[in-house]
């Protein structure tokens, strides 16, 4: 009967731990968005729910409209003039702007392949993610080209650490880059199907058609 309980209370857990959890996130989502309502004034704000996550998409198409075309552009150039002139401002602002333009780029390639390093030591190997190809002082100063790649904590995949690996040291996966992530938040519990199960070994550096 113990056994029978116990199965029971994990079946219920998984169940309603990830569904709980989205939950909490969309209602989050949900209330930040609906800031933008405070736009309207208090009179004539309507109580409609959601009407906040609408009113906060457009203005953010709005947005991009304006900022798209010329005379858009020129005045996001001379805001950010502006913005640049404040010291503490001109920190926060350019830092964010460089992430978002480095994440949001069609020619991103931030975090769009996850890979497979030797970290923290030799014969260890960890789950990480290419997020930039260094260049300057950082790529004049190696012997060999790197990337720079993220390897985050588990299971909180929001902090992590920063590597440079040698490209030839890297095996890149085929699995996508949310079921690498779910292999890192589920603690490697949740682990994607395999996508070719040849039970080939790769060797860092080596093209893995060439294994088969």
Known sequence: MSTLLRRWLIAGMLVWLPLGATLLVIRFVINLLDISLLLIPESYRPEIPGLGVLLSVLLVLGTGAIAANYIGSKLVV????????????????????????????????????????????????????????????????????????????????TSGFIVLVPDRDIIRLDMSVEAAMRLVISLGVVTPEDVARRGVRVVPGADPASEI
């Open 78 to 157: 001379w805001t950010e003039a502006m913005l640049s002139r404040i010291p503490l401002v001109r920190t926060v602002y350019g830092g964010i702007k460089k992430l978002a333009e480095t994440i949001f780029s069609e020619k991103s390639v931030s975090f769009r392949q996850p890979i497979l390093i030797e970290y923290p030591r030799k014969g260890l190997w960890s789950v990480a993610f290419v997020t930039g190809d260094p260049i300057g002082e950082v790529q004049d100063k190696t012997a060999e080209h790197v990337l720079t790649c993220f390897v985050p904590t588990t299971p909180n995949p």
